[in-house]
């Protein structure tokens, strides 16, 4: 089993930054891609970024320019720089992994909370 722990999510004014990181851990086998979504009230579970086991990436439209993602494989760690947020930014944002062991295997952080507020 593998579980994913994120961390770095807090309350930050507009035009701020923050920092988002996910660490994978347990009986890992090859992690492959990794990536982030988000999910405001009322709204539905969206990708934010995607990085592939290569460093091949993807953004939404709402965020590129503004927001990064990285990844160390090494450490099974996969960050999210985020700059010059907005209050649309505010969300619980998730960590997500996959793994092929015969099949793919998903797995989900538990979520930290972003909010973008004056």
């Known amino acids: 089993q593998v579980q994913l722990v994120e961390s770095g999510g807090g309350l930050v004014q507009p035009g701020g930054s923050l920092r988002l990181s996910c660490a994978a851990s347990?009986?890992?086998?090859?992690?492959?891609?990794m990536g982030w979504y988000r999910q405001a009230p009322g709204r539905e579970r969206e990708l934010v970024a995607h990085?592939?086991?290569?460093?091949?990436?993807d953004y939404a439209d709402s965020v590129k320019g503004r927001f990064t993602i990285s990844r160390d494989n090494a450490k099974n760690t996969v960050y999210l720089q985020m700059n010059s947020l907005k209050p649309e930014d505010t969300a619980v944002y998730y960590c997500?992994?996959?793994?092929?062991?015969?099949?793919?295997?998903?797995?989900w952080g538990q979520g930290t909370q972003v909010t973008v507020s004056s």
């Open positions: 997500n992994a996959d793994e092929w062991r015969g099949r793919k295997y998903d797995y």
């Open positions: 347990g009986s890992i086998f090859t992690i492959n891609n």
């Open positions: 990085i592939s086991r290569g460093g091949s990436t």
